[in-house]
């Protein structure tokens, strides 16, 4: 079944001024999209009718799942990471690559997106003075997609499949966790690190080089715990799941197997697990350790955790506070906003930042990062 890729022209717009990408590379990576939705085949849990990528997208986006999405597209990614796959599909390793690198960015471009048009309701009894919005918005009008359901999980790929063995290039490791550092968000009650919405101002700020190469440090640097020592991620030129097992693959040509931290901290043990998003990227000593140590020297940190409170309430609401950060980017407040201060304190951030890989399960008995 023929799918349109959802919000092409947004799509198109956002890859050429926030990505800087020409628009001819922009219709190249609409068609790559296309061509993975052709290839991939799409099940709802519980039923047998195959659905196809750009139909289950196009359901969750309307009803603001944005973390459906998210994880949609990167089983979508898993999916095509499968040893051989380019055998399955009888398409080139590269051509495949090409499709990939196209998810990855219409998965921050639908990340964006939704955080302006997502779905959400103000907490019971609780109103927003500082938003004209109405307190319930729908991301995307229309229909919802027949024969889906809200709620339900989705598998990928053949359900006879019982391959389960997944390589991941660099490349894709740069993109996936690059991914995960520009949208954590942490709400602390002193402070927020709501990278996400930084993320947005300095793209609004033509920064984008800086914040790229400041992730980019980030992660050259994160350690990946293996049989006999420690690499770093920038040495790594691959790394390979069979099976549960875990290994990385040298830009040496060496092989080593993948070991992680138990959540002492201490401990190390077999890394174990069945696709990439059960690997974290753990913070060594805690962000909130950091921030709460640098108070002082986080001054624009503490005035935008001020600015977004004032929308967001003194309560955490994940979904109102994904709307107010949207609405906060369209107010005279990033107006006043130094930016180079920003930068700075982003820097003495990163400066104690020390990032390691780890099992999920261990990382969550391990408690806030």
Not at 86 to 103: F, G, H, T, V
Not at 125 to 146: F, Q
Not at 228 to 240: F, W
Not at 292 to 309: D, H, M, P, Y
């Amino acid at each position: 079944m023929k799918k349109e890729i959802l919000l092409h022209t947004e799509f198109g717009k956002w890859f050429v001024t926030t990505q800087g990408y020409p628009e001819a590379t922009t219709k190249s990576y609409c068609i790559y999209i296309a061509a993975a939705d052709r290839s991939l085949e799409i099940y709802q849990e519980g039923s047998n009718k195959k659905s196809n990528l750009l139909a289950v997208l196009d359901f969750e986006v309307q009803n603001g799942n944005s973390e459906r999405v998210e994880e949609i597209i990167d089983d979508a990614i898993d999916e095509l990471s499968k040893d051989k796959i380019e055998k399955k599909l009888n398409k080139s390793l590269k051509y495949i690559q090409n499709w990939k690198s196209a998810l990855v960015a219409y998965k921050e471009f639908l990340h964006d997106y939704m955080e302006d048009e997502i779905i959400y309701e103000a907490p019971a009894g609780k109103t927003n003075k500082n938003s004209d919005k109405t307190s319930k918005e729908k991301a995307v009008p229309g229909k919802s997609t027949a024969g889906l359901t809200v709620g339900k999980s989705y598998l990928i790929g053949n359900k006879k499949d019982t391959d389960v063995s997944y390589v991941h290039p660099y490349p894709d490791l740069y993109k996936r966790f690059h991914f995960r550092i520009i949208t954590q968000d942490r709400h602390y009650e002193e402070i927020y690190y709501p990278i996400s919405f930084i993320k947005r101002l300095l793209y609004l700020k033509n920064e984008r080089i800086f914040l790229d190469k400041w992730v980019k440090e980030l992660l050259n640097k994160v350690t990946v715990h293996v049989e006999g020592g420690q690499v770093t991620l920038n040495q790594v030129a691959a790394l390979k799941i069979d099976n549960g097992k875990v290994h990385v693959e040298m830009k040496n040509g060496d092989v080593k197997m993948t070991l992680t931290k138990k959540a002492d901290n201490k401990t190390l043990v077999p890394l174990s697990v069945g696709k990439l998003k059960k690997i974290t990227l753990d913070h060594d000593t805690s962000l909130q350790q950091i921030m709460l140590g640098n108070l002082a020297k986080l001054a624009t940190f503490q005035e935008i955790s001020r600015e977004l409170k004032k929308y967001n309430g003194p309560e955490m609401n994940a979904k109102l506070y994904k709307k107010v950060s949207g609405l906060v980017l369209k107010s005279n407040f990033i107006e006043r906003v130094n930016i180079e201060n920003l930068k700075e304190e982003m820097l003495l951030i990163s400066s104690l930042t020390h990032l390691q890989l780890m099992d999920s399960l261990e990382n969550t008995k391990k408690g806030r990062s």
